[in-house]
């Protein structure tokens, strides 16, 4: 399991860094992130750096704290907060400029020490107050 963990951790490092340039030591060939699907069909390596470009074009000033991580099985979760400011457009929302702190939860499956699915959970509600937008616009959206 210490090989899985280790996995994940040096996922998480790239989220804070950018540099990918390792990924295909740590991301499976058939890795599949289901959210970047609409952003491209791309699968393994790739995939992933697509999508840590977009997360730090979006973000800057990233640090990645990691409350807790553990595995069991072919899965491993870690418990998160991510910090940094809104640079980029997010979904319809232009820059910002405002610092967040984005509480995520990922659960990661690996098949031979590389992840091959990555899924996430966070607090979209709290980040978007964050970012200024209003509570009455929120729960207009049926999201408040």
Not at 63 to 74: E, F, K, M, T
Request: net charge negative.
């Amino acid at each position: 399991m210490t090989l899985a963990v280790t996995a994940v951790r040096r996922m998480l490092t790239a989220m804070q860094t950018g540099d990918v340039s390792d990924a295909a030591d740590y991301i499976h060939p058939d890795f599949l992130n289901p959210e970047a699907l609409d952003r491209s069909d791309a699968r393994g390596p790739d995939s992933w750096a697509q999508s840590v470009g977009w997360f730090r074009a979006t973000f800057a000033d990233v640090q990645v704290h990691v409350n807790d991580i553990s595995g069991a099985g072919d899965r491993v979760v870690a418990s998160v907060i991510i910090s940094g400011r809104q640079v980029g457009d997010l979904a319809d929302l232009p820059a910002t400029g405002h610092p967040v702190h984005l509480e995520q939860l990922h659960i990661m499956r690996l098949i031979d020490g590389k992840v091959v699915e990555h899924r996430d959970w966070r607090d979209d509600v709290t980040t978007l107050r964050q970012l200024g937008v209003p509570a009455a616009l929120l729960g207009q959206a049926g999201i408040a």
